[in-house]
C-alpha cells in the first residue's frame, strides 16, 4: 500500500511539470515556426529585389495609414501589385501597401505557399522607364527654347540666307527681344550645330500658321544682288508695278521667293532716297571756308527790310471786344443809384454791421444784405425778373419764388414783412402765410426755404427817424 501510494504520489507531482514542459515545446515550435515564415517572406522580398537589380531599396514607414502615393512611390507599388498577382492562390489581401508589414494570418498564409519565391513579372521595368522619360521631357524642351521664339528662329535663318553677315542681320533684322550680335551669333551657331536645340526649333517653326510664316518672310533683308538690280532703275524714270513685275519674271532666280512688285518698288524709293541708285551721285560737302553757318546767315540779314505783317482781323477782332467791354462798364456805373442792398462776404474779420445810411441788416450764414431805403423785396432772381435781395446767394432757392416777399419802414420806425410768395416765411418759428404780414423787431429770426436770417436794427438811425416823425406830426 505504501510502495502504491508512493508511485501514485510521484505520478501526481510528475503531471504538472510533463504539461509546463509540452507547452514550452509547442511554444517554440510555435516561435520557430514564424521565424521560419518570416525568413521565407524575407527571402521572397529580397529575391524579387535582386531580380530588378536596377530599383535601390528605399525606407518606409511602419504605420499602416499612408499617404498617396508620389513619383518615388511608383516602382514600389508595380512591385506590391506584381506579388499579390503572383500569390492570389495563396489568399494574400492584394489592398495591402506595400510599406506595411504584414498581419500573423498573413504570416501563417504565406508559410502554407510553397517556399519557393516566385519571380515578379519584368514589365513594369520598362513601363517605369517611359514614364520616367515623358517627365523629363518637358523639362528639356522649356529649358532649351530660351527667349528665342519660333518667328525669331525663322527671321534669322531668312536673314541669314540673303546676307550671309551676322552683324546686318544684327542691325537689319527686328526681332521680338533685343538681342545682342553675340546673342544672335550663339543662337545662329546653337541651330548649326547643336542637334537638340535644332530639332527643337524646327519642330516649332512647323507649327506655325501660314500667315505668320508668309508675314515673316516678307520681312526678310534684300540681298547685294537684289540690290544692284533695282539700283538699274533710272532715278529719273516714274517705275510702275509692272515694271518691278517685268523685273521680278525677268530674275526669278535673284530675287527671294516672297518678294513683290510692291515690295520691289518701297525699297527702290528707299535707295533713291538715300542716293544708291547707279545714277545718282552725292555731291561731296564743301571744304574750308565756304560753310555758311546760322549765325553768318543771321548777320547778313537786313532788318530793316523787315515788314511787320499786321493781321487786320485780329486788330478788328480786339477793337470789337474792347467795345463790349467798355458798354458793361459803363451799364454797370449807370445802376450804382438803383442798389439799395449791398452784399457782402462774412469772413472773420468782418466791417460793422450799421453806418450812418443802413437801417437794418439781414445778416445770413455766408452773406449780409443791407438795407438802406425803407422798402426793399425778397426773392429769387433771374434774367426777366430783378429784385434787391437775391436769396440765392445765401445757399440753395430753387424753393423760393422769384418774389417771395417785402420788407418796409413805416414812420413810426417799426419794420413790416409781407409774404407775397406761395411758401410761408416763418418768424421766429410763427408761419407767415402768402398775403399775411408780421411785425419785425430786432434781433427776430426769419427762415424762408430752410435758409436763416437774422434781422438786425439800426436803433440809433431808428431813433432820429422816430425824432422827425414825432416832431412831424404835431404840425
Not at 514607414?61 to 514600389?76: A, G, N, T
Not at 525699297?267 to 545718282?280: A, F, P, R
Not at 553768318?296 to 499786321?310: G, N
Amino acid at each position: 500500500m505504501t510502495g502504491g501510494t508512493g508511485r501514485t504520489a510521484q505520478r501526481g507531482r510528475s503531471g504538472p511539470d510533463s504539461q509546463g514542459l509540452l507547452d514550452s515545446s509547442l511554444m517554440a515550435s510555435g516561435t520557430a515556426s514564424r521565424s521560419e515564415d518570416e525568413e521565407s517572406l524575407a527571402g521572397q522580398k529580397r529575391a524579387s529585389s535582386q531580380a530588378l537589380g536596377t530599383i535601390p531599396k528605399r525606407r518606409s514607414s511602419s504605420r499602416f495609414i499612408k499617404r498617396k502615393k508620389f513619383d518615388d512611390e511608383l516602382v514600389e507599388s508595380s512591385l506590391a501589385k506584381s506579388s499579390t498577382r503572383a500569390k492570389g492562390a495563396s489568399g494574400v489581401e492584394p489592398g495591402r501597401c506595400s510599406g506595411s508589414e504584414p498581419s500573423s494570418s498573413e504570416k501563417k498564409k504565406v508559410s502554407k505557399a510553397p517556399s519557393t519565391p516566385v519571380p515578379p513579372s519584368p514589365a513594369p521595368a520598362p513601363g517605369l522607364t517611359k514614364r520616367v522619360k515623358k517627365s523629363k521631357q518637358p523639362l528639356q524642351v522649356t529649358k532649351d527654347l530660351g527667349r528665342w521664339k519660333p518667328a525669331d528662329d525663322l527671321l534669322l535663318i531668312n536673314a541669314v540666307l540673303q546676307t550671309n553677315d551676322l552683324t546686318s542681320v544684327h542691325l537689319g533684322v527686328k526681332f521680338s527681344c533685343r538681342f545682342t550680335l553675340r546673342e544672335v551669333q550663339e543662337r545662329w551657331y546653337a541651330l548649326l550645330y547643336d542637334p537638340v536645340i535644332s530639332k527643337l526649333a524646327c519642330q516649332a517653326m512647323r507649327q506655325l500658321h501660314p500667315e505668320a510664316i508668309a508675314a515673316i518672310q516678307s520681312k526678310a533683308l534684300f540681298s547685294k544682288a537684289e540690290e544692284q538690280l533695282l539700283s538699274k532703275v533710272g532715278s529719273t524714270s516714274q517705275p510702275t508695278l509692272e515694271t518691278f513685275q517685268d523685273l521680278l519674271h525677268r530674275h526669278p532666280d535673284a530675287f527671294y521667293l516672297a518678294r513683290t512688285a510692291k515690295a520691289l518698288q518701297a525699297h527702290w524709293q528707299l535707295m533713291k532716297q538715300y542716293y544708291l541708285l547707279e545714277d545718282q551721285t552725292v555731291q561731296p560737302l564743301p571744304k574750308g571756308d565756304q560753310v555758311l553757318n546760322f549765325s553768318d546767315a543771321e548777320d547778313l540779314i537786313d532788318d530793316s527790310k523787315l515788314k511787320d505783317m499786321r493781321d487786320e482781323v485780329l486788330e478788328h477782332e480786339l477793337t470789337v471786344a474792347d467795345r463790349r467791354q467798355k458798354r458793361e462798364i459803363r451799364q454797370l456805373e449807370q445802376e450804382l443809384h438803383k442798389w439799395q442792398v449791398l452784399v457782402d462776404s462774412i469772413t472773420g474779420m468782418s466791417s460793422p454791421d450799421f453806418d450812418n445810411q443802413t437801417l437794418a441788416v439781414l445778416r445770413g450764414r455766408m452773406v449780409r444784405y443791407l438795407m438802406r431805403s425803407r422798402e426793399i423785396t425778397l426773392g429769387r432772381a433771374t434774367k426777366d425778373n430783378q429784385i434787391d435781395v437775391d436769396l440765392s446767394l445765401e445757399g440753395p432757392a430753387w424753393k423760393i419764388s422769384r418774389k417771395q416777399g417785402v420788407i418796409k419802414l413805416k414812420n413810426n420806425g417799426d419794420f413790416f414783412i409781407a409774404n407775397e410768395g406761395r411758401r410761408p416765411i416763418y418768424i421766429d418759428g410763427r408761419p407767415v402765410l402768402c398775403g399775411s404780414k408780421w411785425r419785425l423787431s430786432n434781433n427776430s429770426v426769419v427762415e424762408i426755404a430752410s435758409l436763416r436770417f437774422v434781422f438786425l436794427i439800426n436803433q440809433d438811425l431808428i431813433a432820429l427817424i422816430r425824432a422827425e416823425a414825432a416832431k412831424i406830426t404835431p404840425q
